[in-house]
């Protein structure tokens, strides 16, 4: 090992430390703004934040320092920004709402803050237990077992709310099974594809110069899509069914590199979105939402069938009035939206005050962590690590797209929270799970990668006492 490669460690959480402090400053900065912006005075829990902010950086940081020191130096301070950020938006969302008494609506902020400290400990638990990720292959099928058992379970045992039963309640809580399951079954298609790799990229026809897999071997996909449709009919969540999907279709591809696969994917979904979209009528009063949002102000007898909600016109608004710049934090009228403004239209008030920049800003800190994620499976050394990798990356850009498409009218609405931004606890300590696992992963490839100058291209050397024939 050359003095180069052992001084790479602290250089990287020399470069995680300076970067964390800048995303605590700018946490704390944000929160006390949108105090002086609304109130004229200072938040009262700007010292409680800040303590707050200050802990939930240093403490992974001083677990990465000895127990990960290879890990990505990017994707902490990216994933604590914006956590940091959340919790802006949610405090100022809650000054509004307190303001707007006919909405009902919660405190979430301080609630969030609890999830923030739970989902970041969890996150160190998990750097701390796991150290090595391979030894999670040992367990997929375990872990599809228990992902299939939580993707079902709100059917049979869920709470209908807001038209989808995504939700179990527990007491006083309330737990959204689909956010962990997107996690479990990137590590059993990672596990899967590792073991069937060769089978599933080598074999099939070629039909019209595309190489078809074959019948046989559409088993698993053709499952995993029956599963998607009967979450999307008994549970009416389409965004989890999206994800759970999408990320099958990202990995095998991952896996065989064969455009068959996507082609195959693609056609599936477009068949079940379209039978379930015309049947289902909460899906299909989605539909109808996406295609004429500005019919929900004409008169009731002339809206379209299952037009009930006007949240995607006002959303549309929101964005149209925020502009370039924005109109100033603290400044806009997120209370328009209603109920579902801190979930997964939190991104209309970062539209509507921070403009079509903070827009931008917001999603190119989705881009770029899921980009460290990707990086990650490319210098991964092993096929597992690879393939969990990309499908937790993918898993992040697919949650984002369906959220941010549906806000801003590119697809149907989806109702899925905001990775870090949208109040929720399920949501937010799966998340910080997904970051655990990436840093994991991205510590190990490090750590298995050859120095340069190290003899990586020298053949191997013949063992003593044998003679060749």
Same mark, same amino acid.
């Given at each position: ?9 602290p ?75 959340g ?15 006919r ?7 301080s ?15 998990i ?35 807001? +038209?989808?039963?995504? &939700?179990?309640l527990? +007491? !006083?809580?309330?737990?959204? !099974?689909?956010?962990?399951?997107? *996690? ?10 590792? *073991? ?10 070629? /039909?019209?110069?595309?190489?078809? !897999? ?9 499952t995993? &899509? ?19 999907f ?14 068959? &696969? #996507? ?13 379930? +979209? ?7 009063? %989605?539909?109808?939402? &996406? ?58 008030? /970062? ?31 092993d ?16 949650? /984002? ?26 949501s937010? #300590?799966?998340?910080? #799970? ?17 120095? #340069? +100058? ?5 053949? !191997? %050397? ?8």
């Amino acid at each position: 090992m050359t003095f180069a490669a052992l001084a790479q460690a602290p250089n990287r959480r020399k470069t995680e430390a300076w970067l964390l402090a800048f995303v605590v400053l700018i946490a704390v900065f944000g929160y006390a703004y949108t105090g002086l912006s609304m109130t004229g005075r200072l938040p009262g829990g700007l010292a409680g934040f800040a303590v707050s902010m200050f802990f939930v950086a240093l403490v992974p940081h001083l677990v990465l320092r000895r127990f990960a020191p290879r890990a990505d130096p990017l994707i902490l301070p990216v994933a604590t920004l914006l956590t940091g950020i959340g919790l802006v938006l949610l405090h100022r969302l809650d000054v509004t709402y307190a303001q707007t008494p006919r909405l009902k609506i919660a405190e979430a902020a301080s609630g969030q803050l609890v999830w923030t400290v739970i989902g970041v400990a969890v996150c160190i638990a998990i750097l701390l237990v796991l150290r090595d990720h391979r030894i999670l292959q040992r367990y997929i099928y375990l872990t599809m077992v228990v992902a299939l058992v939580l993707l079902m379970a709100p059917a049979f045992f869920g709470a209908d709310m807001y +038209g989808a039963k995504r &939700w179990i309640l527990i +007491g !006083p809580l309330s737990l959204q !099974p689909g956010e962990f399951v997107k *996690i479990m079954i990137s590590v059993f298609f990672a596990g899967y594809l590792t *073991i069937n790799r060769d089978a599933l990229a080598l074999s099939g026809r070629r /039909v019209m110069g595309v190489q078809l !897999p074959p019948g046989r071997q559409l088993g698993p996909i053709f499952t995993i &899509w029956v599963i998607s449709l009967l979450v999307l009919v008994f549970e009416r969540d389409l965004g989890t069914s999206l994800i759970f999907f999408g990320v099958f279709v990202i990995m095998l591809y991952m896996a065989t590199e064969r455009t068959s &696969w #996507v082609l195959c994917g693609l056609a599936m979904a477009a068949v079940g979105a379209t039978v379930v +979209g015309s049947t289902e009528p909460h899906v299909k009063g %989605r539909i109808m939402a &996406w295609l004429h949002p500005m019919d929900i102000f004409l008169p009731k007898s002339q809206r379209p069938p299952g037009l009930i909600s006007e949240q995607a016109a006002q959303a549309l608004f929101s964005f149209g009035s925020g502009g370039i710049a924005g109109s100033g934090l603290g400044q806009g009228h997120p209370e328009l939206i209603g109920f579902a403004g801190n979930s997964d239209f939190i991104l209309t008030t /970062v539209g509507e005050e921070l403009g079509l920049a903070g827009v931008m800003a917001v999603v190119m800190l989705y881009v770029l962590l899921a980009q460290r994620g990707l990086r990650v499976g490319l210098t991964a050394r092993d096929p597992f690590g690879k393939l969990l990798a990309v499908g937790l990356s993918g898993a992040l850009l697919l949650q /984002v797209f369906v959220v941010a498409g549906g806000v801003t009218g590119l697809i149907p609405l989806t109702g899925k929270a905001l990775p870090f931004l949208a109040k929720g606890g399920s949501s937010l #300590v799966a998340n910080w #799970v997904m970051v655990a696992l990436l840093l994991r992963i991205s510590d190990s490839a490090q750590r298995r990668r050859e120095p #340069v +100058g190290a003899g990586a291209d020298r053949p !191997p %050397r013949r063992r003593r006492g044998r003679r060749e024939r």
